[in-house]
């Protein structure tokens, strides 16, 4: 089955870096679109960044500039990294791939930005 694991959230001041990484199994990594997800508390989840299987790569408005997303098809691995961090960004962060037409969901991975 799909599964799909994210790890590298944790605490860090504003201004700082992270970058997560989403291990993923049981479907063709490499055929395959990922996305990142975030979702803060009291609000609803939002599209941070997706990449195509192509490499092609979107971003949503509140993070251009800061934020790359970019994938390993060796290791079936997407990476987002994060960088000049605001105290906004906080949220669990969570990896997804609409594999064999399905929406699969890791578990998710929070990020704390402290001011």
């Known amino acids: 089955q799909v599964q799909l694991v994210e790890s590298g959230g944790g605490l860090v001041q504003a201004g700082g870096s992270l970058r997560l990484s989403c291990a993923a199994s049981?479907?063709?990594?490499?055929?395959?679109?990922m996305r990142w997800y975030r979702q803060a508390p009291g609000k609803q989840r939002e599209l941070v960044a997706a990449?195509?299987?192509?490499?092609?790569?979107k971003y949503a408005d509140s993070v251009k500039g800061r934020f790359t997303i970019s994938r390993d098809n060796t290791k079936s691995t997407v990476y987002l990294q994060m960088n000049s961090l605001k105290p906004e960004d906080t949220a669990v962060y969570y990896c997804?791939?609409?594999?064999?037409?399905?929406?699969?969901w890791g578990q998710g991975t929070q990020v704390t930005v402290s001011s």
């Open positions: 997804n791939t609409p594999a064999w037409g399905v929406d699969h």
């Open positions: 049981g479907f063709i990594f490499s055929m395959n679109a």
């Open positions: 990449i195509t299987s192509g490499g092609s790569t």
